[in-house]
């Protein structure tokens, strides 16, 4: 069943946030079968035509179409007329954030995050490139266990199709009424301004007086839009970016509690403990002792 394979949790996706499958020759017997979205999730279809309906919207899908769900999206899988060949993806919202949030890509992750479910029918090209760009990620999925390079490589496979789908989505908003409204906007320039000063501006106060609102309206605004407070972004990006520099090994711990702006070491060390559990000097010693 379809809702079997954005669902499931197994250890690859669990690790890295992200899944991704290739159904072929698929035919579905059984009609009307409701499911609930656990993660985002992107459907692309190759080949034939895919009944669904999701958020209460019922969509007739061909080839060449690709639909972005929500999380937690109630969809019901209606049917098909003919065999189907499908690839799945789909990734946390931990995955989203941690990956998305890049100046060129950042539109994505309000694309996702504002809960609205969107289809674009593909031209030719732009469903050609994502199409191989996915059989490609799946090749390495396949190949990649035991095998730290291979895995590497996957993980740069997945980078580039998100920043085809980022262009793919520029280029159909005026037609699929991707647009922002002046909140979105808001919430959009918000995530700019995170992710190029966040390592080093840590204060809410900083966020709003750059964006000329009030620091209680940004966190209500972000809160409503994101399911995140500013606080636990602005933590996100810090610990994304700690993690990063720990186990690259070339900057001493101090260096990089200098680098992210803390006032000291000590103020660092239990910043990163209460967020992982465990302090920078074990994180850094997990990651680069030999297996």
């Known amino acids: 069943m379809i809702q079997d394979f954005i669902n499931r949790e197994d250890k690859e996706a669990s690790s890295f946030g992200f899944d991704i499958n290739q159904i072929r020759k698929y035919k579905i017997n059984t009609l009307d079968t409701s499911f609930v979205t656990h993660r985002f999730s992107i459907l692309l279809i190759k080949s034939g035509n895919f009944k669904i309906e999701v958020q209460e919207i019922i969509l007739n899908l061909i080839a060449s179409d690709i639909i972005m769900i929500p999380e937690n999206s109630i969809c019901v899988q209606m049917g098909s007329s003919r065999k189907l060949e499908i690839f799945i993806i789909s990734f946390t919202s931990n995955f989203a954030f941690k990956n998305f949030i890049k100046k060129e890509i950042i539109g994505?992750?309000?694309?996702?995050?504002?809960?609205?479910?969107?289809?674009?029918?593909?031209?030719?090209?732009?469903?050609?490139?994502?199409?191989?760009?996915?059989?490609?990620?799946?090749?390495?999925?396949?190949?990649?266990?035991?095998?730290?390079?291979?895995?590497?490589?996957?993980?740069?496979?997945?980078?580039?199709?998100?920043?085809?789908?980022?262009?793919?989505?520029?280029?159909?908003?005026?037609?699929?009424?991707?647009?922002?409204?002046?909140?979105?906007?808001l919430i959009l320039h918000f995530l700019l301004l995170l992710s190029n000063?966040?390592?080093k501006e840590h204060t809410v106060n900083f966020y709003a007086e750059s964006l000329c609102v009030t620091p209680g309206y940004l966190n209500k605004i972000v809160k409503q839009k994101t399911g995140r407070t500013i606080k636990a972004l602005i933590a996100e990006i810090i610990i994304v970016e700690a993690k990063k520099m720990l186990r690259e090994n070339e900057v001493s711990i101090t260096g990089i509690s200098q680098k992210l702006q803390f006032s000291n070491i000590s103020a660092f060390c239990t910043f990163f403990k209460k967020h992982m559990a465990i302090s920078p000097s074990e994180y850094r010693s997990d990651r680069i002792s030999p297996k």
């Open 197 to 199: 000063k966040g390592i």
């Open 108 to 185: 994505l992750l309000y694309l996702f995050m504002k809960r609205n479910m969107h289809k674009i029918s593909l031209n030719e090209t732009d469903f050609l490139v994502l199409s191989l760009m996915s059989r490609l990620i799946c090749i390495l999925k396949n190949e990649s266990e035991n095998n730290g390079i291979k895995s590497g490589l996957m993980k740069v496979g997945v980078d580039f199709f998100f920043y085809e789908l980022a262009i793919v989505c520029s280029k159909y908003e005026n037609e699929n009424n991707l647009g922002f409204s002046n909140r979105d906007s």
